[in-house]
T-cell receptor
Framework: TQLLEQSPQFLSIQEGENLTVYCNSS?????LQWYRQEPGEGPVLLVT?????EVKKLKRLTFQFGDARKDSSLHITAAQPGDTGLYLC???????????FGGGTRVLVKP | KAGVTQTPRYLIKTRGQQVTLSCSPI?????VSWYQQTPGQGLQFLFE???????NKGNFPGRFSGRQFSNSRSEMNVSTLELGDSALYLC?????????????FGSGTQLSVL
């Protein structure tokens, strides 16, 4: 069984601070996706990383896929209250939409 | 372009009853997958359909079933409801089932079993 562990489970920071969320597994994934979910809504895809060592930037968000494709991180620079939400990583190991999700990191950015 | 639509938004049932949830994918999308989200277990894959055929199934008991219609709309059914079935049920659609295809999630159906 493939598992994805996210850490920390909860982060509370002040506006303007930086934060990093980690997603780790003992299994290799063909790709890894990061989602953000807000209360009462479904997850929204932020990015997909495919190549080991890949780094992708989305404005103030930086995503990295580990060289061995077993782990990933999400770094937010100068967090804003609009970044508040549940961040989920999800791994894919085959074609299709069967994703293995991490437990999520709840981020609260206080103004 | 309308997003993924799930109905109903909220549902309250009692133990032993059965329930049917509906999902209308984005127009043109032929793949629909279902996930269960609970505070304890997080998001867990239920099943995936493409062109009316189930392609993948997660580790859920047979009480959980689904189907997809020729217009790509999908339904999932849970029979003999248990308290532990209380969860947010999310549907996601994509154009195909190719690797790394972008998934679009609906807002979910919040099921409470009393």
């Amino acid at each position: 069984t493939q598992l994805l562990e996210q850490s920390p489970q909860f982060l509370s920071i002040q506006e303007g601070e930086n934060l990093t969320v980690y997603c780790n597994s003992s299994s290799v994934f063909s790709s890894l996706q990061w989602y953000r979910q807000e209360p009462g809504e479904g997850p929204v895809l932020l990015v997909t990383v495919v190549t080991g060592g890949e780094v992708k930037k989305l404005k103030r968000l930086t995503f990295q896929f580990g060289d061995a494709r077993k782990d990933s991180s999400l770094h937010i620079t100068a967090a804003q209250p609009g970044d508040t939400g549940l961040y989920l990583c999800a791994g894919s190991s085959a074609a299709g939409n069967k994703l293995t999700f991490g437990g999520g990191t709840r981020v609260l950015v206080k103004p | 372009k309308a997003g993924v639509t799930q109905t109903p938004r909220y549902l309250i049932k009692t133990r032993g009853q059965q329930v049917t949830l509906s999902c209308s994918p984005i127009s043109g999308h032929r793949s629909v997958s279902w996930y269960q989200q609970t505070p304890g277990q997080g998001l867990q894959f239920l099943f995936e359909y493409f062109s009316e055929t189930q392609r993948n199934k997660g580790n859920f008991p047979g009480r959980f079933s689904g189907r997809q219609f020729s217009n790509s709309r999908s339904e999932m059914n849970v029979s003999t409801l248990e308290l532990g079935d209380s969860a947010l049920y999310l549907c996601a659609s994509s154009f195909t089932v190719a690797t790394n295809e972008k998934l679009f999630f609906g807002s979910g159906t919040q099921l409470s079993v009393l």
